[in-house]
């Protein structure tokens, strides 16, 4: 009976450590972060069908005249809406969960000329965009939660190196009533130190790399690196990195956060300075 029991111990206690990691593997991702991202569309060619562009994501910055008021904005990587000649597309939406029916909602979404750009170079690949969609599911990304932003998030690059990262996506199964459905992609810190990289229609620019394979539609999806407290937003993946070169291969680029951070604080510090 007492071999019996001393089994029973032991496989529950198997089960119980499979169980602990599970649980820990789960920790890696922050559930706050899941519904920041959302899909860009545009009509495909003729009308025919819906094509992906890329993905955006929602940040957010406190107001500093306002108590407890804050501004949301919209990030994407700017060629996403530019089409393959550098013209902007045309009727750009955005792929929303209707917060009423659940359901996915196409919110229309102006051309890139109205979108905001780097203010200290224009040249970089990004666009942002004040943006607050009524009767739509998502979150924010808080400012304070970016790579740097304080001390709680603050990872020298050496620490970088080697640390799991995840990114995010958003896909749904093509039906008017199907929800989205977010996808978590991994990979690990290959460069942390950013380095001057071919973009194709976005020209050069300063990216870091991480472990994965990169396809088109993954641009301007959120990056995010996990410390013991928080999940802190590292970049946001530029896909369209120059495939010739071999150095590059099996790596995604990664435009800092800190590109991101100068911009959204500055729409928020102009958008305080209005009447």
Known sequence: MR????????MLAIVGSMLLGVGAE????????????????ATGAGGSRQT?????FFVEVPSKVFQGKAFVYIVTARHNLLDAQGNPVAKPRISLEDSRTGAVRDV??????????????????????????AD???TTIPIRSFLNAGADTAIPIESQLGAEAYYLTTMNGGMPDSRPVVVTRFGRV??????LSEVPGAGRQNLCFLEGTSFPELSGAPVFL????????????????DASNRQLSGLIGVLPASYIAETVQAMAAAQEQRP
């Open 3 to 10: 071999g019996k029991v001393t089994a029973l111990i032991a």
């Open 26 to 41: 789960a920790q890696n991702v922050a559930s706050g972060t899941l519904h920041s991202v959302a899909t860009i569309v």
């Open 52 to 56: 992906t562009l890329g993905s955006a």
């Open 108 to 133: 229309p979404l102006p051309p890139v000329n109205q979108w905001i750009l780097d203010p200290r170079d224009p040249s970089v690949d990004l666009a942002a965009l004040p943006f607050a969609p």
């Open 136 to 138: 739509a599911h998502f």
């Open 190 to 195: 290959s460069v942390a130190q950013p380095a």
């Open 226 to 241: 996990r410390t013991p407290e928080n999940a802190v937003l590292w970049g946001m993946v530029e896909a369209r990195v």
